[in-house]
Structure formats: structure tokens, C-alpha cells
């Protein structure tokens, strides 16, 4: 399976998923419009080694909320990201068993060699 978790107002992941240039058996889901389930976040975290590993600290709300202030446990990124969908660093890249996550150029190159 191969499936792409982003955000269509981003210009960023309009930007990779042009450049993946993804075959339509592709699934694109936009997490502004369908969130992201319980289900989808614990397979992702399995894939990426923990919560925090998918959590970004460059959403807006993470300073508003004061939570740079705070100690978070793997719970409280998960339920975050469940809560709030800008927190989920974007674009989350599924390739079989492989996981790429972030807009890093390395995790982009790395995902182009396997789309």
C-alpha cells in the first residue's frame, strides 16, 4: 500500500507530491478534510518508532498552547495530533513497510526511490 497523509492548502506537499508524481493507486488523504484516525496514528508511530517522531513543533498552535513550556509524553503527542491535525508533521509518505515523514530532503529523496 502506498499512501500519502497531507494537507492540500500546503504548498509544501503540493510541491512533493508533484515531484513523487504518484500513480493513482496512490491514496492521497487530505487531514484537514478526513482526519486521521486512532488506527492511522498508531500504525504511523509503530512505522516511525514513537509519537514525537510524527509530532511537529512548527505548527503555530505549539507555542499559542504553551507547549514548548511542557514535558509531553508519547500520550500527549498522540492525542494532540488526534485533536489538532497541524500537528501531525507533514507529508507522511507510506511505502509498504517504510514510512517517511516531514518535508527533510533526505526523507523526500528517500521516498522518491521508492514511489
Known sequence: MKKI?????????????????PSEDVILQDIKTEKITEAQIDEMAKMAGSY???FSRR???????????????????RQLILDEYTFLKRPVIIAGDQIFVGNAKKEVEAAKEVF
Open 5 to 21: 497523509y497531507h494537507l492540500a492548502t500546503c504548498s509544501t506537499c503540493i510541491r512533493i507530491i508533484k515531484e513523487l508524481n
Open 52 to 54: 514525537e517522531a510524527l
Open 59 to 77: 505548527a503555530m498552535k505549539y507555542k499559542s498552547m504553551g507547549l514548548k513550556d511542557k514535558n509531553l509524553s508519547e500520550q500527549d503527542y
